[in-house]
């Protein structure tokens, strides 16, 4: 409760603190993104025929858009960023660095601040890096995404699915599988390597300029594009690519490849994209073949990205994987080995042996992660393959709570109080076995049956709860 009073403590205070500042720039128009998008003036401009938007900067710092930025960056949780300013002080700092803060913006001498670069394991090995600006950058280019997403979202293609408002990965998916079913068995799957850290600036800036006519914020987007990025300390000049994690950096993914979108199109091909992942059709593996050099060479001569040789490839559709699911050639939809694999090195991390934690700990840990996992792959066709990931995770956790009994009369006893008869818990405790096969033994399978895992430790049974979610 009282974590909810503060977060309708800090809104509100935003809010206040907006109103106040907004005052001294009454000569500014301030609307909402709504009024924003029913009002700008949209219109031809020379022989091109370009629609030029025009009077973006006053829809972008209203006061309803920046508030809803302000929410959503609140919502998203991240991290602070070179200026160690968290998300939580950003409202009282708003109240005295605010008005200056719009002035320079309208004016165009806002300068961006350098974003904090960080590395995360990617799931097949490497590095992914990661750009943090700091909350107010962060802030302001969640208000830039929320207009000019307004604006594009009637440009993009049909067969674009990620980062768009209304579309998610299960419609891309029945996209594909729909494909499928129509007989286009063979997949032609391009990878772009490196996506975010090789879009080349003055395309993205010459394809911003075909819609946009603000020429605030066209310099303010260049700004952000070349803002520096903090390594280890050491503050180093951008010159291509878009920092990947920042608010606006997915609708420019999409700027970028709505080109190839569009190309594709004029080809007819039936084809799905979801960011940077696309997926292309075709009926025979020599279509396949055909249709990966070609599209290969636009993607690198046109668009100036880079096809990972190593990763795209031309191949039946149930040898591929696509946004973590597998399409069979009668469309239905599976888990993908590798996403099966991802999750069982996920519940080995959590259930390692020599954490030392409670296992009503490593049980709640689980069943966070079981539950995100369920929820996303509850589209596959997959009851047999939990029912034998429940298994083994039952039997990851008996192993644990073994290891945490050390030595053989602690077994023992465990086991006895678990109702396991005297005698037969001695033959396990006595037994020169290593924990994990004693964890398939009879004994213990008495002593921690199935129901002591629902009931008593509430452990997220993944097999029952596909079943209810397809009920």
């Known amino acids: ?35 924003a998008r029913k009002e700008l003036q949209v219109k031809g401009a020379g022989e091109r025929g370009r ?27 991240g991290v602070a960023g070179i200026d160690q300013m968290p998300v939580e002080e950003f409202a009282a700092w708003y109240s005295r660095q605010g008005e200056s803060l719009l002035e320079t913006l309208y004016s165009g001498t806002y300068q961006p601040q350098g974003v904090k670069q960080v590395e995360i394991p990617k799931p097949d090995g490497g590095k992914r890096k990661l750009g943090i ?9 969640q208000s830039i995404a929320q207009v000019l997403s307004s604006i594009y979202e009637n440009k993009f293609s049909n067969h674009s699915y990620g980062f768009r408002p209304g579309r998610n990965a299960f419609q891309a998916l029945k996209k594909g599988s729909g494909y499928v079913e129509d007989g286009r068995y063979i997949v032609v799957d391009i990878d772009l390597k490196t996506f975010f850290d090789v879009v080349h600036h003055d395309r993205l800036m010459h394809r911003l300029m075909e819609t946009i006519g603000d020429k605030r914020l066209l310099r ?31 609708l420019l993914s999409n700027i970028v490849l709505d080109e190839l979108d569009k190309e594709l199109e004029c080809r007819g091909h039936k084809f799905v994209r979801y960011a ?15 249709v990966m050099k070609s599209v290969s060479n636009f993607i690198e001569s046109k668009l100036k990205l880079i096809v990972n040789k190593e990763k795209s490839r031309v191949c039946e559709v149930n040898q591929a994987k696509f946004l973590g699911y597998t399409i069979q050639q009668n469309g239905i939809l599976t ?11 996920k519940v080995r991390t959590i259930t390692k042996r020599n954490r030392g934690i409670k296992l009503e700990q490593v049980v709640s840990e689980l069943n966070q992660a079981l539950r995100g996992w369920l929820n996303y792959f509850q589209y596959a066709k997959c009851q047999w393959a939990l029912k034998n990931l429940d298994g083994w995770i039952r039997r990851k956790l008996r192993c644990y709570r073994l290891k945490q009994c050390k030595r053989a009369i602690t ?3 465990f086991l ?36 002591w895992f629902d009931e008593e430790l509430g452990l997220f049974n993944l097999s029952l709860n596909y079943v209810r979610l397809k009920n």
């Open 133 to 141: 600006p700091t909350v107010t950058d962060r802030i302001i280019q």
């Open 276 to 290: 940077d992942d696309c997926n292309i059709y075709v009926r025979s593996q020599a279509a396949g073949e055909r």
């Open 335 to 345: 888990i993908a080995e590798k996403s099966v694999d991802r999750l069982k090195k």
């Open 1 to 35: 409760m009282e974590q909810q009073q503060g977060i309708v403590y800090q809104g509100d205070l935003f809010e206040q603190v907006f109103k106040d500042i907004m005052r001294p720039l009454d000569n500014c128009k301030a609307v909402s993104p709504a009024e």
């Open 51 to 77: 629609a030029l938007a025009e009077g973006l900067m006053e829809a972008i710092l209203s006061h309803d858009n920046i508030k809803r930025a302000y929410k959503q960056v609140k919502k998203n949780k």
């Open 411 to 413: 077994i023992q006893r």
């Open 220 to 250: 303010l987007i260049r700004k952000y594009l070349q803002s520096g990025i903090m390594v280890d300390g050491v503050m180093g000049q951008r010159t291509e690519g878009t920092p990947q994690g920042s608010p606006l950096s997915p």
């Open 416 to 451: 006895e109080s678990r109702g396991v008869d005297g005698w037969q818990s001695w033959i396990l405790a006595l037994s020169g076995k290593g924990h994990w096969r004693k964890s398939g033994c009879p004994q213990v399978h008495q002593a921690m049956g199935n129901k």
